[in-house]
């Protein structure tokens, strides 16, 4: 279901001349702990843990942005992927006002097709109701065998 309304967001930004650029989605559970123990300690909320699994183990959680289709070249946004300051929250307030409009333009696509964005960080949305699904540690190599 999670990929399914991925490629429907994915379809309602083309016409906007924008696509989503995948940063991480699902994550085995032994990624989820290497991530933890190598975090410090001041920024362990910016990580899950591992003694809960993830919302990636379950396969329910994306990282994203958006990229220019005619370019090919990801957009400004308040902050960087991944950049594990208050610039990353959501509601962040400075950047540029197009950096702004365009991660509400990727949060109000992403919620309408049942994603929630996560409140540390402007590109990871979780799916539905994630807690139904169990934490999975399979490699990419085992998955579908």
Not at 63 to 88: I, N, Q, R
Request: glycine share 8%; with cysteine; charged share 25%.
């Amino acid at each position: 279901p999670a990929a399914e309304a991925v490629v429907r967001a994915a379809r309602a930004l083309r016409p906007l001349g924008y696509g989503l650029l995948i940063h991480d989605a699902y994550r085995p559970w032994f990624v989820t702990k290497m991530f933890y123990d190598a975090t410090p300690e001041s920024m362990k909320h910016f990580v899950a843990d591992p003694s809960q699994g993830s919302r990636h183990n379950r396969g329910c959680a994306i990282d994203l942005t958006l990229y220019d289709l005619k370019s090919g070249e990801p957009v400004a946004m308040p902050s960087g992927y991944d950049e594990f300051s208050a610039k990353a929250y959501p509601g962040y307030p400075g950047g540029t006002s197009r950096s702004r409009w365009l991660r509400e333009l990727l949060r109000r696509t992403m919620e309408a097709e049942g994603f929630r964005v996560y409140e540390f960080e402007w590109w990871h949305f979780d799916f539905g109701p994630w807690r139904e699904y169990p934490v999975l540690n399979l490699r990419f190599d085992e998955i579908g065998k």
